[in-house]
């Protein structure tokens, strides 16, 4: 018969093993939840380590965006400060105008005192007449300046960026052309793409409504036209944006489609879609619908 046994020194010994194998045991527990901890926490450094080296290459890319964008705001600027100085130009010549139309006046009313009746009458229909005439041929390059100061703002607002610097001119006896501040030849707008004939076409009528202030509907018919796709949004914007009572386009499903009238949703007030009914060979009117 075999019987095991265990002396009183063996076991405080191999107590003592156990206690520390178990303290070495939780001391590498301890170890390992600190390196897990760890870990997760080079893994998040690591994950915004990259999101900031995204952040850092795409910064080029957005200062570039910004510096075209101020590049146009100066270009903007630049061409309100020549249309402020026109209009100050403007205003200093009438306000002489109006000054030397006054002395006229008073030199004709004097004049008419001296006279008989009949004399005033046909002295003043002679005198209104001369200074008609007068007036118009002052007033003419005043006009031509205000209207190609308007012309223009409203051309470069809509046509493309190498034409933003420039200016409309409208010289009388001479066909319409852009002229550019730094140095390079007039061009004539008739050499022009189709659309950017076709926003000269725009401006001239939005620049003429502005400069008449006749409060009546505009219509254009296909304002769009063969415009590509940075065109379209930035023309239809502009129409929208034009302080006028009220602006009816005409168009077709292939021009202002659905996505670009999201651009100016918020000043539409009003859609009516017309589709040719076949069978009855009439056109129908749907309000409150467009193309789908």
């Not at 590509?228 to 009572?245: G, I, N, V």
């Amino acid at each position: 018969m075999l019987t095991a046994f265990c002396s009183g020194t063996s076991k405080e010994k191999l107590e003592r093993a156990f206690s520390t194998s178990w303290r070495t045991l939780k001391l590498w527990d301890h170890r390992r939840l600190k390196l897990q901890l760890s870990a997760r926490d080079a893994r998040d450094l690591f994950e915004e380590a990259k999101n900031r080296k995204q952040r850092i290459q795409d910064v080029p890319e957005t200062t570039q965006k910004i510096r075209d964008d101020l590049n146009l705001l100066n270009s903007e600027i630049q061409q309100y400060i020549r249309a402020i100085g026109a209009l100050e130009n403007e205003l200093k010549a009438l306000k002489a105008d109006l000054s030397t139309i006054s002395k006229r006046v008073g030199e004709i009313t004097n004049q008419l005192a001296k006279l008989g009746p009949e004399q005033q009458r046909i002295a003043v229909a002679e005198r209104v007449t001369q200074a008609l005439e007068d007036i118009q041929a002052q007033l003419q390059p005043t006009t031509t300046a205000r209207l190609q100061a308007h012309v223009t703002r409203h051309f470069t607002s809509i046509a493309d960026k190498r034409f933003r610097r420039a200016a409309v001119s409208l010289a009388a006896g001479e066909p319409p052309r852009l002229v550019f501040p730094d140095g390079r030849p007039p061009m004539l707008l008739e050499t022009n793409s189709g659309f950017e004939r076709r926003a000269f076409g725009i401006a001239f009528t939005l620049a003429l409504a502005e400069i008449t202030r006749r409060r009546v509907p505009l219509v254009i018919d296909t304002p769009l036209g063969n415009a590509d796709s940075l065109y379209r949004p930035r023309t239809l914007k502009a129409l929208a944006d034009f302080d006028l009572d009220q602006i009816i386009i005409l168009t077709h499903d292939e021009e202002v489609t659905p996505d670009l009238v999201e651009h100016v949703r918020n000043q539409v007030s009003q859609k009516f879609l017309v589709e040719y009914d076949e069978a009855s060979n009439l056109s129908a009117v749907k309000p409150d619908a467009y193309f789908t």
